[in-house]
């Protein structure tokens, strides 16, 4: 059994659709993973189903968008946003519909202006309970999921630190919580985050998890597979032995990747799918 290894447009979220999938051709991907977003292309069925043909490559998970659109036609809500990514994956073929957890800050966000510079600040202020997305995913997903064949998998997120003290940006934060659900993404540079043992951490949720989202950490989160202390090749390994039913999408950042050199930008990309085929066989 072959496990398809796909690449995240949101890898190459400075780059047009078609530009991404070209790249994904190219360096040898199966298929990709479909990261929607504020532009039109990236769930206008037609424009995606003609880059599908232009390619031969396949969309085999749609991503779907975690902040709020505020174009007209596509849902604001994110109860139907996450409605109308698993149609646009039905209508795609895709298989896996990616969502995140309600989050547990707002953040308020202001630039202060001095005559020789500037700087951004963001102030995290806390949200008390988990909303109508948290409502609707613990008590209504399931009936939802039952009517879909694809599978709408719910992404452990990272943590974030203030000195020793441990945030949690998003409900849902740790294995007990994530496993209340039917489907997972498992994200391993979220779990980076955490200090934790990655194969533990994924042991835990195992049964849950439908699809992964692989990337490295070293301090900074989405690197490549090579760049960081995460145990990957363990991963990798245990997934052909447990015979992995799911995807595994690299999710990687455009500065680890260094896209704005092409050369080196398709030598990345084809090294980090070396990686993953090597730990593979």
């Known amino acids: 059994m072959t496990i398809p290894i796909i690449l995240s447009t949101g890898s190459l979220f400075n780059f047009d659709v078609d530009t991404a999938m070209c790249l994904a051709k190219e360096t040898g991907f199966d298929g990709i993973e479909l990261m929607v977003d504020w532009r039109r292309e990236t769930y206008t069925p037609g424009h995606l189903q003609q880059c599908m043909a232009r390619y031969d490559l396949p969309i085999l998970a749609v991503h779907s968008p975690f902040r709020k659109s505020f174009l007209a036609d596509w849902p604001s809500d994110p109860i139907d946003s996450i409605k109308a990514s698993v149609r646009l994956a039905e209508t795609l ?38 909303g109508q997305l948290g409502h609707w995913l613990r008590h209504d997903l399931a009936t939802f999921q039952s009517k879909t064949a694809v599978k709408i998998a719910v992404e452990n997120m990272p943590c974030r630190w203030f000195g020793p003290i441990q945030m949690e940006p998003h409900h849902y934060y740790d294995p007990d919580m994530l496993s209340r659900f039917q489907y997972l993404t498992f994200d391993t540079t979220h779990v980076g985050t955490r200090r934790t043992d990655l194969l533990a951490f994924f042991q835990k949720v195992e049964p849950q998890v439908a699809h992964i989202h692989l990337s490295n950490f070293n301090g900074k989160e989405h690197q490549l597979p090579k760049h960081g202390f995460l145990s990957l090749t363990d991963l990798l390994k245990r997934l052909k032995k447990q015979a992995f039913p799911g995807l595994i999408s690299l999710e990687l950042n455009p500065t680890s990747l260094q896209a704005d050199d092409e050369s080196k930008l398709k030598e990345n990309l084809r090294d980090s799918l070396s990686f993953c085929l090597q730990a593979l066989q």
């Open 93 to 130: 073929g895709a298989q896996t519909v990616i969502v995140h957890p309600p989050g547990r800050w707002l953040r308020m966000q202001g630039l202060i202006t001095m005559p020789d510079r500037s700087h951004k600040i963001s102030l995290p202020l806390p949200v008390v309970g988990e």
